[in-house]
């Protein structure tokens, strides 16, 4: 991965085997796979301990931690022994995927048929007896070169779900005001294994002082340059948003504490701008574009979002506002193969990578400016990162907490339409099929906040496992045509 902040995956493969059938079934098949892996893919660590038994499991699980396995697979080389193979889930420290070897051919028939498309059955049920979770593809059971495929869906998963249970998300700040929609029960993110750290804002401007005349700020300067085109009306607070970074990135470092990963959620408006003299938009864009992610209006579930994406998709991701719809004259001149009500656009102020913006620019921010510093030029509102985000498809996606302190999420696959939003911010013109529906009746009925993440591809398949692993049970999607939602009236 391109981020120190993001997990490295390394795979191993433990196979097993049922005393009753023989034991070189499994281990056989199980070096086939291991190898159609390592020929297509990557190489994975290929455990030399079959599980029979209980004392079997205990030496195939240390013997993957000792070599540096942190996600697992299961293999029913043959129909495989029920009690010990899922406890292999228990014993292992990380995420676990089963899976089951299909008959070669006509010949293994006769003497050496495995039965695991019987066994994994039993697996299953044995996992649920135990209350363990295991992710099992959508075709757990086939032949090697079939399942390494499986092996390799498994890889993202497994990079967020060990991410999610290392992460410590810091906040500075309340809420903004009247922003309630981001509200973050805590509970939740101590039962995904995650850990959080609140601070108020004066704890933040305490730290931004004391990094004053700090050595790093000037190739900080010469790194935002490089990135944007900084006009002359920009350059002078460059100084303090080089400061800010170096801040923040002291702060993770001294308070990751007893995790591995970081990522925060900042109050960013109104008393930001006040006392700090900038907005925070472009270094948290910055930060995130680094696998980072710094949310905006101290969204908690936000940033966790953003980091799940992350971790899924390898690449910086974004929060946006579900925030407009588009016009019907812009509609007719410039879009077709989607419905007006399929359409809207995702804005937020200036917190969006500019390596996800067509000719990004650092701005000051319209809306702040209006109620801070109404008369004049722009000065403490400056500091945001605008232009068109880039056409393509991608997955809008969230992760949220109920009042109630119970997990839902949604993921839609849709695409940024290559459609100048003529409009200010970080902009663009999304389109998601069936938009409409899913708007009424999974974003309004469900109380889904205003904030969506943004991941740029199609990558909804492994975020809606990941959420499944992570036990999410309420996860939507956007039903296609004539699929009814259930509040959906039939008549309507």
């Known amino acids: 991965m391109p981020s120190e902040n993001i997990p490295n995956v390394k795979l191993g493969i433990i196979s097993v085997s049922r005393d009753c059938f023989v034991i070189s079934l499994s281990e056989g098949r199980r070096h086939a796979l291991a190898k159609a892996f390592a020929d297509k893919y990557c ?23 000792a070599a540096g396995v942190n996600a697992l697979v299961v293999y029913l080389g043959n129909f495989g022994p029920e009690t010990p193979e899922t406890q292999i889930a228990k014993y292992f420290d990380g995420p676990v995927m089963y899976c089951a070897a299909a008959e070669e051919n006509t010949g293994v028939l006769t003497s050496d048929r495995g039965d695991a498309y019987c066994g994994l059955l039993n697996c299953s049920y044995n996992l649920g007896l135990r209350g363990l979770k295991a992710y099992i593809p959508e075709n757990p059971v086939g032949t090697a070169d079939k399942l390494a495929d499986e092996i390799l869906d ?7 779900v060990i991410g999610v249970k290392n992460l410590k998300i810091i906040t500075f700040g309340p809420r903004p005001a009247d922003f309630f929609a981001c509200n973050a029960p805590i509970k939740p993110l101590y039962d995904l294994g995650a850990e959080i750290e609140e601070n108020s804002e004066l704890d933040l401007l305490v730290a931004y002082r004391s990094h004053e005349g700090d050595l790093r700020i000037p190739s900080i300067m010469a790194e935002m340059k490089a990135e944007l085109e900084v006009s002359d009306k920009m350059k002078g607070i460059l100084p303090q948003l080089a400061q800010f970074e170096c801040t923040l990135l002291d702060w993770a470092q001294g308070h990751r504490g007893s995790s591995k990963y970081v990522a925060f959620a900042d109050k960013c408006w109104p008393a930001f701008q006040t006392e700090f003299k900038f907005c925070p938009c472009y270094v948290n864009s910055r930060l995130t574009a680094r696998g980072i992610p710094v949310a905006c209006e101290t969204d908690v579930y936000g940033t966790l979002s953003e980091y799940i994406g992350w971790c899924v998709s390898g690449s910086p991701v974004t929060l946006l506002d579900i925030n ?36 990004p620019t650092m701005k000051h921010q319209l809306i702040m400016k209006r109620s801070l510093e109404p008369d004049g030029e722009p000065d403490i509102t400056r500091g945001t990162i605008e232009g ?4 393509g498809d991608i997955t809008f996606y969230r992760l949220q907490s109920t009042a109630e302190a119970t997990l839902k999420a949604y993921v839609a696959h849709g695409e940024v339409l290559p459609v100048e939003p003529c409009s200010f911010g970080g902009i663009g013109v999304f389109a998601i099929p069936e938009m409409g529906r899913f708007y009424r009746h999974v974003l309004v009925e469900k109380r889904f906040p205003h904030h969506g993440a943004v991941a740029f591809g199609h990558y909804g398949k492994a975020l809606y496992e990941v959420f499944r692993y992570l036990g999410v049970t309420d996860i939507s999607y956007n039903q296609p045509s004539g699929s009814l939602y259930p509040t959906e009236n039939p008549f309507a």
Not at 154 to 160: D, E, G, S
Not at 334 to 340: A, N, P, S, T, V
């Open 43 to 65: 190489e994975i660590y290929d455990c030399p301990i079959t599980v029979e038994s209980e004392p079997d499991m205990k030496r195939a699980v240390e013997d993957v931690k």
């Open 154 to 160: 498994f890889i993202p998963i497994a990079r967020a």
């Open 388 to 391: 068109t985000i880039k056409d």
């Open 324 to 359: 407009n719809t588009v016009p019907k004259d812009m509609y007719d001149a410039h879009i077709k193969g989607y419905r007006l009500s399929e359409t809207f656009m995702g804005f937020h102020c200036g917190n969006t990578s500019s390596c996800l913006i067509k000719k």
